[in-house]
T-cell receptor, first 111, second 112 residues
Framework: GQQVMQIPQYQHVQEGEDFTTYCNSS?????IQWYKQRPGGHPVFLIQ?????EVKKQKRLTFQFGEAKKNSSLHITATQTTDVGTYFC???????????FGGGTRVLVKP | DADVTQTPRNRITKTGKRIMLECSQT?????MYWYRQDPGLGLRLIYY???????NKGEISDGYSVSRQAQAKFSLSLESAIPNQTALYFC???????????FGDGTRLSIL
Protein backbone atom coordinates (compact mmCIF):
# COMPACT_ATOMS: atom_id res chain seq x y z
CA GLY A 1 0.00 0.00 0.00
CA GLN A 2 0.85 3.64 -0.10
CA GLN A 3 3.55 4.81 2.30
CA VAL A 4 4.42 8.35 3.32
CA MET A 5 7.71 8.95 5.07
CA GLN A 6 8.85 12.10 6.83
CA ILE A 7 12.35 13.13 7.82
CA PRO A 8 13.68 14.05 10.22
CA GLN A 9 11.60 12.51 12.98
CA TYR A 10 12.91 15.09 15.44
CA GLN A 11 14.30 18.56 14.82
CA HIS A 12 15.98 20.67 17.50
CA VAL A 13 16.23 24.24 16.26
CA GLN A 14 17.80 27.32 17.79
CA GLU A 15 15.34 30.18 17.91
CA GLY A 16 15.85 32.38 14.90
CA GLU A 17 17.30 29.66 12.67
CA ASP A 18 15.69 28.10 9.61
CA PHE A 19 14.88 24.44 9.07
CA THR A 20 13.22 22.15 6.57
CA THR A 21 11.22 18.97 6.97
CA TYR A 22 10.72 16.56 4.09
CA CYS A 23 7.91 14.26 3.05
CA ASN A 24 8.26 11.40 0.54
CA SER A 25 5.56 9.16 -0.88
CA SER A 26 6.02 5.70 -2.35
CA UNK A 27 3.41 6.55 -5.00
CA UNK A 28 2.41 9.59 -7.03
CA UNK A 29 -0.01 11.78 -5.15
CA UNK A 30 -3.10 13.63 -6.26
CA UNK A 31 -2.52 16.24 -3.59
CA ILE A 32 -0.80 16.69 -0.26
CA GLN A 33 -1.85 18.41 2.94
CA TRP A 34 0.16 19.63 5.91
CA TYR A 35 -1.04 19.65 9.50
CA LYS A 36 0.42 20.98 12.75
CA GLN A 37 -0.16 19.42 16.14
CA ARG A 38 0.80 21.48 19.18
CA PRO A 39 1.91 19.54 22.30
CA GLY A 40 -1.19 18.07 23.94
CA GLY A 41 -3.37 19.17 21.04
CA HIS A 42 -4.90 17.76 17.90
CA PRO A 43 -3.75 18.08 14.29
CA VAL A 44 -4.81 21.32 12.64
CA PHE A 45 -4.85 21.81 8.88
CA LEU A 46 -2.24 24.23 7.52
CA ILE A 47 -2.30 24.01 3.74
CA GLN A 48 -2.97 21.88 0.66
CA UNK A 49 -0.81 21.55 -2.46
CA UNK A 50 -2.29 20.19 -5.67
CA UNK A 51 -0.18 21.14 -8.68
CA UNK A 52 3.19 19.77 -9.68
CA UNK A 53 5.95 22.12 -8.49
CA GLU A 54 3.51 24.25 -6.51
CA VAL A 55 4.92 26.59 -3.87
CA LYS A 56 2.78 28.27 -1.22
CA LYS A 57 3.74 30.59 1.61
CA GLN A 58 2.14 31.33 4.94
CA LYS A 59 4.15 34.05 6.66
CA ARG A 60 7.41 32.30 7.66
CA LEU A 61 6.30 28.90 6.34
CA THR A 62 7.01 27.83 2.75
CA PHE A 63 5.46 24.66 1.37
CA GLN A 64 6.55 22.98 -1.83
CA PHE A 65 5.17 20.08 -3.88
CA GLY A 66 7.67 18.19 -6.01
CA GLU A 67 7.58 18.11 -9.78
CA ALA A 68 6.82 14.39 -9.78
CA LYS A 69 4.16 14.86 -7.06
CA LYS A 70 5.87 12.28 -4.87
CA ASN A 71 7.52 14.57 -2.37
CA SER A 72 6.94 17.77 -0.47
CA SER A 73 8.78 20.02 1.93
CA LEU A 74 8.03 22.54 4.63
CA HIS A 75 10.60 25.26 5.28
CA ILE A 76 10.31 27.51 8.33
CA THR A 77 12.27 30.74 8.41
CA ALA A 78 13.45 32.42 11.62
CA THR A 79 11.97 29.80 13.93
CA GLN A 80 10.00 31.04 16.92
CA THR A 81 8.88 29.28 20.08
CA THR A 82 5.35 29.30 18.68
CA ASP A 83 6.56 26.90 15.98
CA VAL A 84 6.95 24.11 18.53
CA GLY A 85 4.89 21.05 17.67
CA THR A 86 4.68 18.11 15.31
CA TYR A 87 4.23 18.72 11.61
CA PHE A 88 2.52 16.04 9.55
CA CYS A 89 2.22 15.69 5.83
CA UNK A 90 -0.69 13.66 4.48
CA UNK A 91 -1.04 12.48 0.90
CA UNK A 92 -3.96 11.42 -1.26
CA UNK A 93 -3.32 8.83 -3.94
CA UNK A 94 -6.45 9.73 -5.88
CA UNK A 95 -8.62 12.81 -5.70
CA UNK A 96 -11.16 12.55 -2.88
CA UNK A 97 -9.72 9.36 -1.48
CA UNK A 98 -8.52 8.90 2.08
CA UNK A 99 -5.35 10.52 3.43
CA UNK A 100 -2.18 8.67 4.35
CA PHE A 101 -0.23 10.49 7.05
CA GLY A 102 3.51 10.57 7.45
CA GLY A 103 5.12 9.86 10.82
CA GLY A 104 5.56 13.55 11.56
CA THR A 105 8.49 15.80 12.41
CA ARG A 106 8.56 16.88 16.02
CA VAL A 107 10.06 20.36 16.31
CA LEU A 108 11.66 21.62 19.51
CA VAL A 109 12.88 25.21 19.70
CA LYS A 110 15.76 26.27 21.91
CA PRO A 111 15.38 29.89 23.09
CA ASP B 1 -11.96 21.72 16.88
CA ALA B 2 -14.96 22.29 19.18
CA ASP B 3 -17.29 21.14 16.42
CA VAL B 4 -15.89 17.61 16.69
CA THR B 5 -16.40 16.16 20.16
CA GLN B 6 -14.84 12.98 21.45
CA THR B 7 -15.85 11.16 24.62
CA PRO B 8 -14.31 10.13 26.89
CA ARG B 9 -11.16 12.25 26.84
CA ASN B 10 -9.26 9.74 28.94
CA ARG B 11 -9.90 6.11 29.77
CA ILE B 12 -8.01 3.50 31.71
CA THR B 13 -9.27 -0.04 31.50
CA LYS B 14 -8.20 -3.64 31.78
CA THR B 15 -7.31 -6.24 29.21
CA GLY B 16 -10.36 -8.06 27.85
CA LYS B 17 -12.84 -5.27 28.50
CA ARG B 18 -15.13 -3.92 25.80
CA ILE B 19 -14.68 -0.21 25.17
CA MET B 20 -16.56 2.28 23.07
CA LEU B 21 -15.23 5.65 22.02
CA GLU B 22 -17.75 8.18 20.79
CA CYS B 23 -17.41 10.95 18.26
CA SER B 24 -20.03 13.52 17.37
CA GLN B 25 -19.85 16.49 15.02
CA THR B 26 -21.87 19.61 14.32
CA UNK B 27 -20.05 20.50 11.09
CA UNK B 28 -22.53 18.70 8.85
CA UNK B 29 -19.75 16.75 7.15
CA UNK B 30 -20.50 13.51 5.36
CA UNK B 31 -17.17 11.85 6.03
CA MET B 32 -15.86 10.68 9.36
CA TYR B 33 -12.61 8.93 10.30
CA TRP B 34 -10.98 7.18 13.23
CA TYR B 35 -7.21 7.38 13.61
CA ARG B 36 -4.77 6.01 16.08
CA GLN B 37 -1.61 7.95 17.04
CA ASP B 38 1.49 6.30 18.43
CA PRO B 39 4.83 8.09 18.94
CA GLY B 40 6.85 8.17 15.72
CA LEU B 41 4.15 6.42 13.70
CA GLY B 42 2.00 9.40 12.88
CA LEU B 43 -1.71 8.94 12.42
CA ARG B 44 -2.87 5.57 11.19
CA LEU B 45 -6.35 5.13 9.79
CA ILE B 46 -8.51 2.53 11.54
CA TYR B 47 -11.90 2.94 9.84
CA TYR B 48 -13.68 5.57 7.81
CA UNK B 49 -17.20 6.29 6.67
CA UNK B 50 -18.36 8.40 3.73
CA UNK B 51 -22.02 8.35 4.70
CA UNK B 52 -24.48 6.82 7.12
CA UNK B 53 -24.21 3.01 7.08
CA UNK B 54 -21.09 3.22 4.89
CA UNK B 55 -18.11 1.56 6.61
CA ASN B 56 -14.61 1.08 5.19
CA LYS B 57 -11.53 -0.51 6.70
CA GLY B 58 -8.38 1.50 7.09
CA GLU B 59 -4.83 0.21 7.40
CA ILE B 60 -5.15 -1.12 10.98
CA SER B 61 -8.76 -2.26 11.44
CA ASP B 62 -8.06 -5.61 13.14
CA GLY B 63 -9.37 -5.64 16.72
CA TYR B 64 -11.66 -2.66 16.11
CA SER B 65 -15.21 -2.12 14.89
CA VAL B 66 -17.23 0.99 14.14
CA SER B 67 -20.80 2.13 13.81
CA ARG B 68 -22.22 5.06 11.82
CA GLN B 69 -25.91 5.17 12.64
CA ALA B 70 -26.29 8.91 12.06
CA GLN B 71 -24.47 11.50 10.01
CA ALA B 72 -23.26 13.27 13.13
CA LYS B 73 -22.03 10.23 15.07
CA PHE B 74 -19.28 7.70 14.51
CA SER B 75 -18.34 5.32 17.30
CA LEU B 76 -15.28 3.09 17.62
CA SER B 77 -15.37 -0.14 19.63
CA LEU B 78 -12.67 -2.38 20.97
CA GLU B 79 -14.46 -5.67 21.58
CA SER B 80 -11.75 -7.16 23.79
CA ALA B 81 -9.06 -4.62 24.60
CA ILE B 82 -5.41 -5.61 24.66
CA PRO B 83 -2.43 -3.61 25.97
CA ASN B 84 -0.97 -2.83 22.52
CA GLN B 85 -4.14 -0.88 21.78
CA THR B 86 -2.95 1.71 24.27
CA ALA B 87 -2.73 4.89 22.22
CA LEU B 88 -4.19 8.31 21.49
CA TYR B 89 -7.29 8.03 19.32
CA PHE B 90 -8.56 10.82 17.09
CA CYS B 91 -11.83 11.23 15.28
CA UNK B 92 -11.89 13.49 12.24
CA UNK B 93 -14.49 14.77 9.81
CA UNK B 94 -14.29 16.00 6.26
CA UNK B 95 -16.25 16.98 3.22
CA UNK B 96 -16.21 15.40 -0.21
CA UNK B 97 -13.32 16.10 -2.51
CA UNK B 98 -9.93 17.33 -1.39
CA UNK B 99 -11.12 19.20 1.66
CA UNK B 100 -9.10 19.25 4.89
CA UNK B 101 -9.97 17.06 7.82
CA UNK B 102 -11.08 18.48 11.17
CA PHE B 103 -9.99 16.64 14.27
CA GLY B 104 -11.48 16.20 17.70
CA ASP B 105 -9.39 16.67 20.84
CA GLY B 106 -8.58 12.96 21.08
CA THR B 107 -9.16 10.14 23.55
CA ARG B 108 -6.17 8.88 25.50
CA LEU B 109 -6.75 5.18 26.08
CA SER B 110 -4.66 3.04 28.42
CA ILE B 111 -5.17 -0.69 28.64
CA LEU B 112 -3.55 -2.44 31.57
Amino acid sequence: GQQVMQIPQYQHVQEGEDFTTYCNSSTTLSNIQWYKQRPGGHPVFLIQLVKSGEVKKQKRLTFQFGEAKKNSSLHITATQTTDVGTYFCAGRQAAGNKLTFGGGTRVLVKP
Amino acid sequence: DADVTQTPRNRITKTGKRIMLECSQTKGHDRMYWYRQDPGLGLRLIYYSFDVKDINKGEISDGYSVSRQAQAKFSLSLESAIPNQTALYFCATGQRGNQPQHFGDGTRLSIL
